[in-house]
C-alpha cells in the first residue's frame, strides 16, 4: 500500500462515526496473533526452538492433566474472589486495571510484600491481598466512584491501602492512581459506572471486550510501532487478561461466557517468557542474553523487549496448536497454558529453581 493510498480501515471507521454506527465488528479480531507472527517472522534477537517447543507441549499437557488444570484453578486460590456475581466483576477489573509491575530489585526478604490473614504475599499477589484487605477494611477500592473522588482515593490513601509489610514501596503508585481516574471517568461518561456494561456492549465476544477496552481506555491501549510495519503490534496483556479472568473466575458462564475466548492468546508478561527460555522454548541473542543476565532495565517498546513478548505469545500458540494435533479432544487454550505457566514459574521461583532472571521493564502493560 503506497502513501497515496487511503487506509481502508480508517475509512470504514470515518464512515462509521460520521453515520453514527461505531459499533465492534461483527467477528471481532485483536489482532495480537497477526501482530505476535510479523515480530516473530522479523525478529533477529528472540528465536524458538521448535523441537524443545514440542517437547515442552508433551510435558505442559501431561501436567496440566496430572493436576486437573481448568478453569476451576482460578477460584481454587484463596485469594480470589468466591462469589459469582456483579460485585466479583468490579473486584477483577480493579484488579487487572492495576496488574502490572511488581518485580523488585531488592533481595525476596526486602521486596514490596502485603501481610494478609497471616501470610506474606509478593508480586501479583500483594496486589489481590490488599484489594481483599481494603474491602475488609469497608474501602470501596472497587467503586469507581470512589475512584474519581480527589479527596478520598490519592496517593495518600492509595499509600495506605497497598502498605508494605517491607521498607519497599508498591511500584508505579502514581501510574495505578491515574489508571484508576482514568477508568472512573471513562465508566462514569459510558458505561453507568459498572464494567458490566463493557461486558454486555461485547456481545459475549471476548475479541470485542478486549477490542472495547483497547478503544475506550487509553490505561489498556497496550500496542508498540514495531520496524517494518505499517500498523502498531498489538499485545494488549491486561486488556486480555482481564477477559479471561473473568471467563476462568465465572466457567464460562453468565458474565464469563464468551462464543470466542480460544481468540485470546497468551499475556505478554516477564514471567512466560522467561520459563519459556528456561524450557529451551526461545532464546537470545547474545546482547540480549547479557542484558538479561545482567538484571538491566529494558525501555518499554524497546525492538528487544517487543521481540520477547511477541514470541512468547507466538511460542504459546505453537504449543497450542501442537496439544491440539496430539490431542484433538483437549480442552485447552493460550490462556489456561498462560495460566499454568505462570504459576509453575512462580513456584519454581519460591524454590530457588530460577536458571535465567525474567527481563526488567517498568511500565503500566504488564
Known amino acids: 500500500m503506497s502513501d497515496d493510498e487511503a487506509d481502508p480501515e ?17 467477528e471481532p479480531e485483536t489482532g495480537v496473533l497477526e501482530g505476535a507472527e510479523y515480530v516473530y517472522d522479523n525478529s533477529i534477537d528472540v528465536a524458538l526452538n521448535m523441537r524443545a517447543t514440542k517437547n515442552a507441549a508433551a510435558l505442559i499437557y501431561e501436567q496440566m492433566q496430572q493436576k486437573e488444570f481448568s478453569t476451576a484453578t482460578w477460584s481454587e486460590h484463596e485469594l480470589h ?17 492495576l496488574n502490572f509491575s511488581f518485580w523488585s530489585l531488592r533481595p525476596e526478604d ?44 490519592n496517593l495518600d490513601s492509595l499509600r495506605y491501602i497497598f502498605r508494605s509489610s517491607t521498607d519497599e514501596e508498591m511500584p508505579l503508585l502514581e501510574a495505578r492512581l491515574a489508571c484508576l481516574r482514568e477508568a472512573g471517568q471513562i465508566l ?46 498489538r499485545f494488549l ?29 497468551m499475556f505478554a508478561d516477564y514471567r512466560v517468557p ?15 542474553q547479557a542484558l ?38 483437549a480442552k485447552v487454550n493460550a490462556i489456561l497454558i498462560d495460566f499454568f505457566l505462570y504459576d509453575t514459574m512462580k513456584q519454581l521461583e519460591a524454590q530457588g ?5 525474567h527481563h526488567r521493564t517498568r511500565s503500566i502493560w504488564y
Not at 113 to 126: L, N, R
Request: aromatic share 12%; net charge negative; proline share 4%.
Open 81 to 97: 474472589p468466591k462469589a459469582k456475581d456483579e460485585s466479583t466483576v468490579a473486584f477483577i477489573f480493579t484488579m487487572d486495571l
Open 353 to 357: 529453581k530460577e536458571t535465567i532472571p
Open 10 to 26: 480508517l475509512l470504514a471507521l470515518l464512515r462509521q462515526h460520521f453515520q453514527g454506527k461505531l459499533n465492534l465488528d461483527e
Open 237 to 265: 496483556k491486561r486488556a486480555q487478561i482481564l477477559v479471561a479472568d473473568i471467563w476462568a473466575c465465572f466457567n464460562g458462564e453468565g458474565y464469563g461466557e464468551f462464543k470466542d475466548i480460544d481468540k485470546i492468546t
Open 292 to 329: 538479561v543476565m545482567r538484571r538491566d532495565i529494558l525501555e518499554s517498546g524497546h525492538s528487544y523487549e517487543m521481540q520477547l513478548r511477541a514470541c512468547s505469545i507466538w511460542c504459546v500458540e505453537l504449543i497450542r496448536r501442537e496439544i491440539k494435533r496430539e490431542h484433538p479432544d
Open 188 to 233: 462514569y461518561e459510558k458505561y453507568s459506572c459498572s464494567f458490566t456494561k463493557c461486558i454486555e456492549a461485547a456481545n459475549k465476544s471476548a475479541a470485542g471486550l478486549v477490542n472495547l477496552l483497547a478503544r475506550d481506555f487509553d490505561c489498556f491501549r497496550d500496542e508498540f510501532k514495531f520496524e517494518g510495519r505499517r500498523k502498531p503490534v
Open 274 to 288: 522467561q520459563i519459556l527460555a528456561s524450557l529451551g522454548c526461545i532464546g537470545y541473542s547474545p546482547p540480549l
Open 110 to 153: 526486602e521486596r514490596f510484600a502485603v501481610s494478609y490473614k497471616d501470610k506474606t504475599w509478593t508480586g501479583y499477589w500483594s496486589l489481590v491481598a490488599s484489594l481483599q484487605r481494603a474491602l475488609e477494611e469497608d474501602i470501596p477500592i472497587t467503586d469507581p466512584h470512589y475512584w474519581q473522588n480527589e479527596e478520598e482515593c
